[in-house]
């Protein structure tokens, strides 16, 4: 090992410690640069693997959902990578932009100060400097989980080039009219002082009330009463809305009422907004606090009276209530409808509300001039591309869920009133009040001439630059040779929540600037996608992993208080026994109910590799000093089987045949997302195969006084399957399997690192299902003669006979040919085969193939035994004479239920049973 000193070649320090190598080798990999890829030139064929990693938010640690989604991307990664793909992880951060400033304005409060006090330019300069300083943690936190990617590629999404191609998109799709300004109900969150979109607003029901108003109808003595939840509201009210087949409110058609408390003549208009079958059949209209009053009052052409400002407080236009609070404002409107005998009722109701996903804050529907994305001509090309299966989704139930969002999509509000973020690219003329979109600050107005020109103050959602990550990474606008060779990317793994934030938004954004793009056709053919006639999409695949749960299966939350901490986990059991019970519980559509105890099952299952280590290199060292298994290189770089393996005993053939047929199983499972299983075959295989039965099997063959060409082959083949086993788990357990390959090759591997070995794949050649039938057979009759011993209480050292019946010639032939085996590992004295069935005798097991008796008889203290079956005698022979005077009693009997007589009566014969079987044992004691 490079970086232990050890007194001997091929030494491993006794304890496994996961701490001190992990930090070695994730060091090491990235000084290394093993997983920088170099863009091809046009000729390259190997088939490409590309991934975009989903980039935290700059201002993140890691959790277990970060964990899980690096974990099944890595396994993947380093997969691909060992079977010689071309592999391209790319990783980045997001700037993240309501967090990343609120983040900074709470440090800045800390210390007395306000974002508004210093100004734009000091602020956003002072978010640069918290980002310097903090905001690569969650990166440095992979880096020392050994994430595979391309360190040299990262990015940040307002670095320099990729601001750039988000100012170049803006203004494409503002000229092709796929951009616009308008005012419009948004989401508003008082708390952020921002418009947020729909997919940020939280709906959860609580109790309410609802309020039930009469509004007097001018020059009548009529009220006409209308219901709402959100009284304040009303003092922007602009009309009172009746259906026009509403017979009860048809001689009120054009009239007008007083609006209360406001003493605002406002009409009684006819709109399809109004319900006869709802409420009252009357509603209010208030355009600038609704979006459907908003639209009914496009259509009646109604003022627009905002009545609040963006911290949810009363404005001027809220008349004697301006400078409330909203909340406070609620209660004096009822209080003042109450007292004028306005409020009909007031009636317990349960609202739908609507809070901020960043802070929980009650949303405000509030109009708002913003810009906004027509949406439709995008999605249009974002559902064909899924529904002809140019991108696959996986699961597939996620596709239908996708699609039903994407033809239900509404126009994309994508204007946020931050300081933080890429700042939209458009200047107002003071001068004529032109607006000018442009790629660069234009010097003067296109229209007048005029210098004095403002850009927008608003800044983009943050999810508009990260969609359009799979391109821009890649040097778009620029054509590239990047592009061509590694878009579309391969996979996507993500998880559910963002499958509309970013998911849909990457296909709309990629289908649309990638348009026409072409990726080369020699790699495409290899990497399998000839079949794809879309190279715009941004990926082939989506994978949305599952949920991480705690042990009962709730959802983690602070609130709770149940959130698993994974750098906890890690420091207490290592990050390859985490990231194993990860692979271990993903299982696609299911979510994952963590539970560290199974972290340290796998935490043993890494010792239970390293003790294996150590017992190899013991016998190496002493039976082939010098060994390596193909020390050119040659044999680690092999596809196929294991190279070298001279497979003269049944063991070695069950075992290579094992290996083989557990590879197959594993890129079976990989190709199919099923991480549990490809887990699951590699653990079954090292733990129970290859520890527990092949290293036991061939001891006798490495032990001191055997015969030297036998030890010599054994020892070449336990080294060169240990070899292959380590590269069959390497994607899953990276640190433990990259340790003890160096130590294999005594710090002079063929490469640097196993991660660039070759993958196994499976040899058929080397497949013997009858060796495998063979050694399950022996395996069965040890197993059966341990648990007999269990059963029978035999003592662990005491070596006994056993009895063995098998009908089938062959059977008994292999159990004889391997009677040795059967004697050492099953502790037995000797096997006598019989000639009949053992099946009825004591201490027998029948089998399919055979049937096996343990030959023994405990030894007891004679005069101990009497004493206690005597006792037990007196003790039945006491419950028989009680009762007996039970069922003797002529009272007792007319008195008691006659299911407790018949209780006593089966009692009694139970009783003269177990009577007669106690003096049958004293008498054989005598």
């Known amino acids: 090992m490079a970086h232990c000193c050890t007194p001997m070649p091929h030494e491993l320090p006794k304890a496994y410690e996961p701490g001190a190598i992990e930090a070695h080798w994730a060091e090491y990999w990235i000084k290394e640069k093993l997983f920088s890829v170099k863009t091809p030139p046009p000729g390259e064929s190997r088939p490409v693997f590309t991934l975009l990693l989903p980039p935290p938010n700059v201002t993140g640690r890691l959790h277990m959902g970060h964990m899980l989604n690096q974990t099944q991307m890595d396994v993947l990664?380093?997969?691909?990578?060992?079977?010689?793909?071309?592999?391209?992880?790319?990783?980045?951060?997001?700037?993240?932009?309501i967090a990343t400033q609120m983040m900074v304005e709470r440090q800045l409060a800390k210390e007395g100060k306000k974002r508004r006090d210093m100004g734009r330019e000091a602020f956003i300069e002072r978010v640069w400097e918290w980002k310097r300083h903090y905001g690569g943690a969650i990166l440095d936190q992979m880096k020392r989980l050994g994430a595979s990617v391309d360190w040299d590629r990262e990015y940040f999404t307002m670095d320099e080039n990729l601001s750039h191609a988000v100012r170049d998109v803006f203004v494409r799709l503002y000229e092709e009219g796929l951009i616009y300004r308008g005012k419009y109900i948004v989401n508003w969150c008082p708390r952020c002082g921002t418009a947020i979109s729909d997919l940020e607003v939280k709906h959860e029901d609580v109790q309410g009330k609802l309020y039930e108003i009469r509004y007097p109808v001018m020059g009548t003595n009529e009220f006409i009463t209308v219901a709402t939840t959100r009284p304040e509201t009303m003092l922007g009210d602009t009309a009172v809305a009746v259906n026009e087949k509403d017979e009860r409110y048809r001689h009120l058609h054009g009239k007008k009422v007083l609006l209360p408390l406001m003493n605002r003549e406002i009409p009684i208009i006819t709109d399809e907004l109004a319900n006869p079958e709802f409420g009252t059949g009357a509603v209010k209209v208030t355009p600038a606090h609704d979006p459907n009053d908003f639209q009914a009052g496009l259509r009646h052409n109604l003022p627009q009276i905002d009545v609040m400002d963006e911290h949810a407080h009363m404005n001027?236009?809220?008349?004697?209530?301006?400078?409330?609070?909203?909340?406070?404002?609620?209660?004096?409107v009822v209080h003042d409808l109450r007292s004028q005998g306005l409020l009909v009722a007031e009636k317990d109701y349960t609202v739908p509300l609507g809070k901020c996903d960043r802070c929980g804050t009650v949303v405000e529907p509030r109009l708002s001039t913003q810009w906004f994305v027509k949406i439709a001509p995008l999605a249009k090309r974002a559902i064909e591309v899924v529904e002809a299966g140019e991108v696959t989704i996986i699961p597939e139930n996620y596709s239908q869920i996708y699609l039903n969002w994407m033809n239900n999509?509404?126009?994309?509000?994508?204007?946020?009133?931050?300081?933080?973020?890429?700042?939209?690219?458009?200047?107002?003329?003071a001068g004529c009040n032109e607006m000018m979109v442009a790629r660069e600050a234009p010097s003067k107005c296109t229209k007048c001439a005029s210098s004095q020109l403002e850009q927008d103050t608003d800044v983009l959602d943050t999810w508009f630059s990260s969609g359009l990550l799979p391109f821009t990474t890649l040097g778009w606008p620029q054509k590239t040779r990047d592009q061509e060779v590694f878009y579309p990317t391969t996979l996507l793994i993500t998880a559910y929540e963002i499958l509309f934030f970013w998911v849909a938004r990457m296909i709309m954004f990629g289908c649309h600037f990638m348009d026409g793009h072409h990726q080369d056709?020699?790699?495409?053919?290899?990497?399998?996608?000839?079949?794809?006639?879309?190279?715009?999409?941004?990926?082939?695949?989506?994978?949305?992993?599952?949920?991480?749960?705690?042990?009962?299966?709730?959802?983690?939350?602070?609130?709770?208080?149940?959130?698993?901490?994974?750098i906890e986990v890690i420091e207490k059991y290592g990050t390859d026994a985490t990231r194993f019970t990860l692979a271990a519980m993903s299982s696609p559509g299911t979510d994952i109910a963590f539970n560290p105890s199974r972290t340290d099952g796998y935490r043993a299952f890494a010792n239970k590799i390293w003790n294996a280590a150590r017992f190899m290199f013991m016998n190496l060292d002493r039976v082939a000093p010098g060994f390596t298994p193909g020390a050119s290189g040659s044999e680690t770089r092999t596809h196929t089987g294991i190279a070298g393996f001279e497979a003269n005993s049944l063991e070695d053939r069950w075992i290579l045949s094992r290996f083989n047929r557990v590879a197959q199983q594993v890129h079976e499972s990989l190709d199919a997302y099923r991480f549990d299983n490809a887990a699951t075959s590699i653990y079954d295989f090292f733990w129970g195969e290859f520890c527990d039965w092949y290293i036991e099997l061939i001891?006798?063959?490495?032990?001191?006084?055997?015969?030297?060409?036998?030890?010599?082959?054994?020892?070449?083949?336990?080294?060169?399957?240990?070899?292959?086993?380590?590269?069959?788990?390497h994607p899953v357990m990276p640190f433990i399997t990259e340790e003890i390959w160096q130590a294999i090759y005594d710090g002079k591997p063929p490469l640097k690192s196993i991660a660039l070995a070759c993958y196994p794949t499976a040899d058929q050649h080397q497949v013997d299902l009858q060796a495998e039938t063979d050694m399950a057979i022996l395996q069965?009759?040890?197993?059966?003669?341990?648990?007999?011993?269990?059963?029978?209480?035999?003592?662990?050292?005491?070596?006994?006979?056993?009895?063995?019946?098998?009908?089938?010639?062959?059977?008994?032939?292999?159990?004889?040919?391997?009677?040795g085996a059967v004697e050492r590992l099953a502790n037995v004295q000797s096997i006598e085969f019989a000639r009949g069935s053992l099946a009825k005798l004591p201490g027998a097991r029948h089998t399919a193939r055979f049937d096996v008796h343990v030959v023994y008889e405990k030894p007891i203290d004679v005069l101990a035994e009497r004493a206690r079956l005597a006792k037990e005698l007196e003790r039945i022979e006491k419950e028989i004479a009680n009762g007996q005077r039970q069922l003797s009693n002529e009272q007792f009997l007319a008195k008691a239920p006659a299911d407790v007589v018949e209780g006593l009566r089966r009692r009694a014969k139970e009783l003269e049973v177990l009577r007669d079987k106690t003096k049958s044992k004293l008498d054989q004691l005598k």
């Not at 071309?86 to 932009?97: F, N, S």
């Not at 082959?713 to 590269?727: H, M, W, Y």
């Not at 059966?784 to 005491?798: D, F, Y």
Request: aromatic share 8%.
């Open 409 to 429: 999509i509404h126009d994309w509000c994508i204007s946020r009133q931050l300081w933080w973020g890429h700042r939209i690219p458009a200047w107002r003329c």
């Open 699 to 729: 001891k006798p063959r490495l032990a001191d006084g055997a015969d030297k060409e036998t030890a010599r082959i054994a020892c070449g083949n336990l080294v060169r399957l240990f070899e292959a086993s380590l590269r069959l788990l």
């Open 316 to 332: 001027q236009n809220a008349g004697p209530y301006a400078g409330l609070d909203r909340h406070a404002a609620r209660e004096q």
């Open 780 to 819: 069965d009759l040890i197993v059966s003669v341990r648990n007999l011993r269990a059963e029978l209480k035999v003592e662990q050292k005491l070596r006994v006979p056993i009895q063995v019946f098998a009908e089938d010639t062959a059977v008994r032939a292999l159990i004889e040919h391997n009677q």
């Open 521 to 566: 056709p020699a790699l495409k053919a290899a990497s399998c996608w000839g079949g794809k006639k879309d190279d715009s999409v941004p990926f082939r695949r989506v994978y949305i992993h599952a949920l991480v749960r705690d042990a009962e299966r709730q959802k983690m939350s602070k609130t709770k208080g149940n959130v698993v901490d994974p």
């Open 77 to 97: 990664v380093r997969w691909h990578r060992m079977r010689g793909f071309l592999t391209l992880w790319l990783p980045g951060t997001d700037h993240a932009g």
